[in-house]
């Protein structure tokens, strides 16, 4: 009975064997199928078969489908949940906080493997709260202080989250570490130094200032005119400037260059509501201008080279509008996905790589000093920001106006630009007729 069970599911299996290997043949010998007007070799048409899909087909006929994203762990999803700068931060705090435990103080230097071995979670209350009260108490020279209660306040959060991720208490919620860091604030707190605010008039003589047909530099002064028009149109952080992809940037008639916010430091996940960089009755601070200039000059260079980017250089100004001509054809557009705001060569050529947050800074203090500015000292990469934000109180607008182009979450920040910088305004004093 056995033996004849067994015979019977060989049969089956050969019968099954067999049966699959016609219908092979009978693929084989079938006439070439065409997909989309393209005829398909022989192997291309098993591959289509086999799955039958229109997926294979597309795949048969060459115009490629994406692969599936890999998978990502729970781990690693949380590791993504802060941006990659807050991390880096975060891990440069921790470092200080190895070196306090190892025993180093703020001016002694130490090797690397001094710190290498140095656990900085799980740790008790008692020994944060030191850590924070040595750093708030550290000083450069008599009376002045190293470190801010900002960046002690940042210390802390570094550690918490390194005790969070590694499944512990997070220090920062014992009484005594907060206690700590209350009298840490209230502790002659030292004035905040801010960012002075590059507004319009200056901003006008840092534009005029800069030449765009100058065969030798042409490049990088061209991109970085659009970056300062584009850091006090826009109100953006030196992050996200550098962050723009070309993909994010469009063209829209009778408003501007609308800009899509992947993500920002306020909306890390995305989704944010998109700016405009608004068409100007002014070439000089008109930002779709200054777009299409900058755009042209890349894809000039990405078609033609060095030859193409001299030509495109060769009639360039800011005292006649642009931004009435257009786009370039489709197939001299640039990658969507290339960075918009690119470093350059030491021989005056876009790179592929993407300018720096640290860059924009950079280039807002050389451009001021070239243009004749005086008390440059306090200006920065948030310079741009701050201006537009003067600016706008200054001309009356509403809180929800401003912040709807700045993506503040809330008006108590702006109320700082508002003290800082435009200080008589709604200013009782000026009622009074002195």
Known sequence: MVSSVSSKAAAGELAALVAELEEDERLRLRPARKVSGKAMDAKQREAAE??????????????????PAPKKTAEQLARESLSESTVRAYRSDLRQFARWLAGFEDHEPHDPDDIAGVETAPRTAKEVADFLAAKSQSEISPGMRRYSPATVTRYLAAINWEHTRL???????????????????????????????????PLQKTLRAIELSDMERGAINTRDFALLLFGFVGAFRESELVALDVGDLRLVPDEGVRVQMRRSKTRQEGGGRPKVIRYGSNPLTCGPCAFL????????????????????LKD????????????????????PAAPFFRALSKWGLFRASRLTPT??????????????????????????????????????????EIMDQTDHRSSATLRIYDREYTPLRRNASTRIKL
């Open 50 to 67: 086999r799955s039958r899909t229109g997926a294979a087909l597309q795949r048969a006929a060459g115009r490629g489908v994406r692969p």
């Open 167 to 201: 499944h512990y208490d997070p220090p920062g919620n014992h009484p005594r570490v907060r206690d700590t860091l209350k009298g840490i604030r209230r502790d002659d707190p030292p004035p905040i130094a801010r960012a002075a605010p590059l507004t319009l008039k």
């Open 293 to 312: 200039r900058l755009y042209r000059l890349q894809a000039a260079q990405e078609q033609h080279g060095q030859k193409g980017l001299f030509a495109e």
């Open 316 to 335: 360039a100004t800011n005292d006649v509008h642009i931004c009435d001509t257009g786009m370039p054809p489709i197939c001299d557009r640039l990658d």
């Open 359 to 400: 860059a924009v800074g950079k280039v807002l203090q050389t451009r001021v000093r070239r243009a004749g500015l005086e008390d440059i000292d306090g200006f920065s990469g948030h310079s741009m920001r701050a201006g537009f934000i003067t600016e706008a109180l200054n001309a009356g607008a509403t809180d929800q």
